[in-house]
């Protein structure tokens, strides 16, 4: 185990880019999202500790990304879609008082990616999708520690962002991978046993896939625990989610997949555990909430006092822990095969289901459907390029031809159901 290629994350290394007095200055990225929002909210919380300098967001929410410019007083805001610019910049006109500088708006595609590369000393990439892929690279490249939410980024282009990363540069803000950052804290890499990662189970925890037939896209997106966006609130019902955090896993902090464990915990108490050799197990628990784990994502290796709320421990209450389903829910196995496959494979999986969530979202394929017509592509997809040689035009590619063939088989199976 001691031979193995030094992990991505370790708490027991901190990468420190020079920073001067005062706040560490902090660029969001997807600051209009459930990550964003709640980054947000804990730096007003805290003026003395963060600065936010930039801000980015697809355009979709334009009048909250001005008032959240002008809350924060950033130097630069981005926009993916161009068509927005003119939106933007009234929305910021209306806050910012006459003769005020609005800030600079950056626009287009790479937006987001240019804004990663600016001067700062923490960027939290809190995009959806692998679209965060380039603003990953380009805040790593930067020399920029990086607080990583956007766990596609990192499986689709694992090998490339291996190779960028310095040791401690990348501090996770997943929830399940902040916790077994944290419990790592405890030993050495040789002293670890296993890694359990857990799972609220989603809406459907306990149906059989039978019984997932015919649920639809309301019960998908009423999450028991979480608050998150449409997207990765299915892929948790799907369990998919799950499947990509231990790829993640696997890729942070180089633990083979036979020893990454996946248990359902329905009340997302406990948000990962790290099994030692001696026996002893280290659970990382707070009642479910983001601002914890993106306090540690900004803060480490400081913590942020009040970050997040805490357990009334005079209050009774029951933490359950459940095998996981693998037969209702195959996805967190397919992530296994599509991990081990490596190279463009774990692109491929992540491409095929973003077209098949969304198609699931627009009436057109059955839930059940979603990991079917994944699997199929990945198994059409054959044998990767070889991750040693990974670039970016291979991710895309891989993606391109993914997410075309995964609506080719969408297609198929709502016309054959259209004829039923």
């Not at 490249?141 to 607080?147: K, M, P, Q, S, V």
């Not at 009040?306 to 196995?333: C, I, M, Q, R, Y």
């Not at 494979?345 to 994944?374: K, M, Q, S, W, Y």
């Not at 997410?403 to 297609?411: G, I, N, P, Y």
Request: aromatic letters at 4%; one cysteine or more; glycine letters at 8%.
């Amino acid at each position: 185990m001691t031979d193995a290629p030094a992990p991505l994350a370790d708490p027991h290394l901190v990468y420190d880019p020079v920073a001067g007095d005062g706040p560490k200055d902090v660029v969001i990225l997807g600051s209009t999202g459930s990550i964003g929002t709640q980054a947000i909210d804990l730096v007003l919380r805290n003026p003395d500790r963060f600065r936010v300098t930039g801000l980015s967001a697809n355009g979709g929410r334009v009048a909250l990304l001005a008032e959240q410019a002008h809350r924060l007083r950033v130097r630069t805001v981005a926009v993916a879609r161009e068509d927005v610019v003119g939106a933007l910049r009234d929305a910021l006109s209306a806050w910012y008082g006459a003769g005020e500088p609005l800030p600079e708006i950056l626009a287009g595609a790479d937006a987001a990616t240019r804004l990663a590369a600016s001067d700062c000393h923490t960027v939290l990439n809190g995009i959806t999708g692998s679209i965060g892929l380039a603003p990953t690279l380009a805040a790593l490249e930067a020399g920029r520690t990086l607080a990583l939410a956007n766990k596609e980024s990192l499986i689709v282009g694992g090998p490339l962002v291996k190779a960028l990363a310095e040791p401690g540069q990348i501090i996770p803000v997943d929830s399940e991978h902040a916790a077994l950052f944290q419990a790592l804290a405890a030993g050495t890499r040789a002293d670890v046993q296993k890694l359990v990662v857990t799972a609220s189970g989603g809406p459907f925890r306990g149906r059989t896939r039978d019984e997932l037939a015919n649920v639809t896209v309301e019960d998908a997106l009423a999450h028991p625990t979480w608050a998150m966006g449409p997207v990765i609130t299915i892929n948790s019902a799907t369990l998919v989610n799950k499947g990509l955090e231990v790829i993640e896993a696997h890729l942070l902090y180089d633990i083979p997949f036979d020893r990454i464990e996946v248990v359902v915990h329905p009340q997302s108490y406990v948000h990962s555990m790290v099994e030692f050799t001696d026996g002893s197990t280290l659970a990382q628990a707070t009642p479910p909430d983001m601002r914890g784990p993106i306090a540690i994502g900004l803060g480490w290796p400081e913590r942020v006092p009040d970050a997040a709320p805490v357990f009334d421990w005079s209050k009774a209450s029951t933490w359950e822990f459940h095998p996981l389903d693998n037969g209702a829910f195959p996805s967190v196995n397919l992530a296994r095969h599509v991990g081990g496959l490596a190279g463009t494979a774990p692109a491929v999986f992540n491409a095929a289901n973003e077209e098949c969530v969304e198609a699931f979202r627009a009436g057109a394929l059955p839930f059940n459907g979603i990991i079917d017509t994944v699997t199929r592509v990945v198994e059409e997809h054959g044998t990767p390029r070889p991750g040693t040689s990974l670039t970016v035009p291979d991710v895309l590619e891989a993606e391109t031809w993914a997410r075309a063939r995964a609506r080719e088989l969408t297609a198929r199976t709502a016309s054959a159901e259209a004829r039923a």
